[in-house]
């Protein structure tokens, strides 16, 4: 399927081709719910989300996963260089590195903004450092770079006809702001055990919870109420991103609200799991994944045609 996606894409260099299949790995091997969703694209869009897609992955493994011997300042050094050769290679407009390379040409074929990079990475070198956030604006601060951009590059491959970038532009950072509370919600026990609390401290200080609660690993009255609040806070922003999808090309909406319906069930799943987030982690199970992606596929293909 890869190879029809390339051709589709018109992506012929054999190098830069090895580049967008690693990235569509990283995609398809780390990002179930991302990469159900890119299968509703047309073959021809499908490529350069998954190089958007691997290159935020490759930066979080160097945060969290890839260097794990290494101190946190050798990682924000090596996350630096990195960092600052990426940009050198987006401004050349060329790379050699094997995730980068499908990046720098996914940029200039959609003229993507380098902004919404530098922005990703300055919020990788805070998880370096930054453990807590005061207040969900503090929050809001980081998401901007580590979800928000992540809709704004996605903006131009997506596609918005006839109507302006600037009308878009807050829908989709809400809804990279939505995916990724979900994911923080979830993901409470797994960053938990990682040093980092992603949800604010004030809001843990105003239902009686600090970090030392969390660790016990026992889910009880106030730790239910706070994840309670977080998730009613967080559906709130789902409903103001929904509009958006709307004002998508017609070929991306089903892949947009799939990636919506699969997100938000997130929130379902912690509240059928009784909250229990802190030593394990719940999923969309593949029947609800099914249920939702394949109506959507029908109707991508009837789009399409």
Known sequence: MSARELNAAGVRDPAL?????????????????????TLLLPRRKRPYVHALYGFARY???IVDDLASSLSGHEKAEWLQSWGSQVLADVAAGHSTHPVTMALVDA????????DHIEAFLSSMRMDLT????????????????SA??????????????????????????????????????????EDLRRGRVYLPQEDL?????DREHLQRGVVDGPIRRLLAFEIARTR?????????????DPTSQDCIRTAFALYAGIL???????????????????????AVAGPALVRAVRVRH
């Not at 131009?156 to 509370?181: C, K, N, R, S, T």
Request: charged share 25%; aromatic share 10%; hydrophobic share 40%.
């Open 17 to 37: 081709r090895a580049s967008y299949e690693h990235c569509r790995r990283l995609n398809a091997a780390h990002g179930r719910t991302y990469y159900l969703s």
């Open 59 to 61: 930066a979080d493994e």
């Open 107 to 114: 940029v200039r074929r959609w003229d993507i903004c380098t």
């Open 130 to 145: 930054v453990t807590e956030y005061k207040t969900y604006d503090d929050l809001m601060g980081y998401m901007y770079g």
């Open 148 to 189: 928000a951009v992540i809709g704004l590059e996605m903006m131009p491959i997506l596609g918005h006809p006839g109507v302006p970038a600037e009308v878009v532009e807050p829908y989709a950072i809400d809804l990279g702001i939505a995916f990724q509370m979900s994911n923080f919600i979830r993901d409470i026990g």
């Open 205 to 209: 200080e105003s239902f009686g919870v």
């Open 236 to 248: 709130e922003v789902y409903r103001s991103a929904a509009p958006g999808i709307r004002l998508l």
């Open 268 to 290: 379902d799943e912690v509240e059928r799991a009784d909250y229990r987030v802190l030593d394990g982690r719940v999923s969309v199970g593949p029947a609800r994944r099914a």
